[in-house]
């Protein structure tokens, strides 16, 4: 069973940074793809970020790109993403999710198990 909890959310100014980090509870978070994707108001769900199971390969949406980094711990079974030089529109529910599958992915229906999210709020 993959119980996925994300921490680490919060209000910021704009220019600041935030630590999110994702929790796995199974025995499998070593053998899973794992993702970040967030959801702002009246918006749909995108991708932020993805790690291979090793954590040799990241991808990023090109908006976070030079700004966040994702990475993980397989000793701790933890995924993380330090979002730095934060703006307004990084605001939202930000979520991990894994995925059993080997190759990277970046829509959500690729998916197969997802954290509760958490909120971070960047401030003008």
């Known amino acids: 069973q993959v119980q996925l909890v994300e921490s680490g959310g919060g209000l910021v100014q704009a220019g600041g940074s935030l630590r999110l980090s994702c929790a796995d509870s199974?025995?499998?978070?070593?053998?899973?793809?794992m993702g970040w994707f967030r959801q702002a108001p009246g918006k749909e769900r995108e991708f932020v970020a993805g790690?291979?199971?090793?954590?040799?390969?990241?991808y990023y949406a090109d908006s976070v790109k030079g700004r966040f980094t994702i990475s993980r711990d397989n000793a701790k079974n933890t995924m993380y993403l330090q979002m730095n030089t934060l703006k307004p529109e990084d605001t939202g529910i930000y979520y991990c999710?894994?995925?059993?599958?080997?190759?990277?992915?970046?829509?959500?229906?690729?998916?197969?198990?997802w954290g509760q999210g958490t909120q971070v709020t960047v401030s003008s």
């Open positions: 790690i291979s199971r090793s954590g040799s390969s990241t």
């Open positions: 199974g025995r499998t978070f070593s053998s899973s793809t």
């Open positions: 999710a894994s995925r059993r599958g080997f190759s990277l992915a970046t829509v959500p229906h690729e998916y197969n198990y």
